[in-house]
């Protein structure tokens, strides 16, 4: 069993910076951030950057240059790093896991249905 819990979200100007954290219990085999989409579920979802336990990483193509994960297996946790934060960077931002991930990190960026575990989300408000 995955469980996951998000924190560090919160509202910041243009330009501006925020770290998400999630804590990630049991075992996995890539975790993902996503953006909430349109739909009521996680199906809508855009990835915003998936890492496999391998260490390979894919970021969405807005956020290159600008986001970075990372992990600290000590303390258990998935981290976003955002910086030069956008208007268009505001949602609720999701933390996942998938029990498999043979594939590109490319192809589980853009299907969320392939994860299993959800955290409960943490919102991000940008403000120009």
């Known amino acids: 069993q995955v469980r996951l819990l998000e924190s560090g979200g919160g509202s910041v100007k243009s330009g501006g910076s925020l770290r998400l954290s999630c804590l990630a219990s049991?075992?996995?085999?890539?975790l993902a951030w996503f953006r909430q989409g349109p739909l009521d579920d996680h199906e809508g979802d855009e990835g915003?950057?998936?890492?496999?336990?391998?260490?390979?990483?894919v970021y969405e193509d807005s956020v290159k240059g600008r986001f970075t994960v990372s992990q600290d297996n000590a303390k258990k946790t998935f981290y976003l790093q955002m910086t030069n934060l956008k208007s268009e960077d505001t949602g609720e931002y999701y933390c996942?896991?998938?029990?498999?991930?043979?594939?590109?990190?490319?192809?589980?960026?853009?299907?969320?249905?392939?994860?299993?575990?959800w955290g409960l989300g943490t919102q991000v408000t940008v403000s120009s």
């Open positions: 996942a896991a998938a029990s498999s991930c043979y594939l590109s990190t490319d192809y589980y960026l853009h299907r969320p249905g392939n994860f299993g575990y």
């Open positions: 049991g075992t996995y085999a890539c």
């Open positions: 915003v950057a998936v890492m496999k336990v391998d260490g390979s990483i």
